[in-house]
């Protein structure tokens, strides 16, 4: 089992930065990635950022990229996002998966979640 935790959420006018932190914690060894996703009010949820474990290799979304950094401190079992240029249409809960898988931009082949973390972008 592994355990993920979100913080750092808040609210930001537009034009602002964020960076959110997620913590894992149980079975990490097992873990391939670690992703980002977000949900919007009465829309799906959607992929931002993934990072590979053991390489760092990351994932962006294309509507997002350029405005987001996705790393990694393993000895932290810590993953961060950092968010730029924020505008309202960003304001979402964040969530912070894990996923044994390779298939990281996929938030069904993510088996362990946390609760979110609501960000917010007045304009």
């Known amino acids: 089992q592994v355990h993920v935790a979100e913080s750092g959420g808040g609210l930001v006018q537009a034009g602002g930065s964020l960076r959110l932190s997620c913590a894992a914690s149980g079975r990490t060894l097992s873990v391939y990635a670690m992703g980002w996703f977000r949900q919007a009010p009465g829309k799906e949820r959607e992929f931002a950022a993934a990072?590979?474990?053991?390489?760092?290799?990351?994932y962006y979304a294309d509507s997002m990229k350029g405005r987001l950094t996705i790393s990694r401190d393993n000895a932290k079992n810590t993953v961060y996002l950092q968010m730029n240029s924020l505008k309202p249409e960003d304001t979402a809960v964040y969530y912070c998966?894990?996923?044994?898988?390779?298939?990281?931009?996929?938030?069904?082949?993510?088996?362990?979640w946390g609760q979110g973390t609501q960000v917010t972008v007045s304009s």
């Open positions: 998966a894990a996923t044994e898988t390779l298939r990281v931009t996929a938030p069904e082949a993510y088996g362990y």
């Open positions: 990072i590979i474990r053991h390489d760092g290799s990351t």
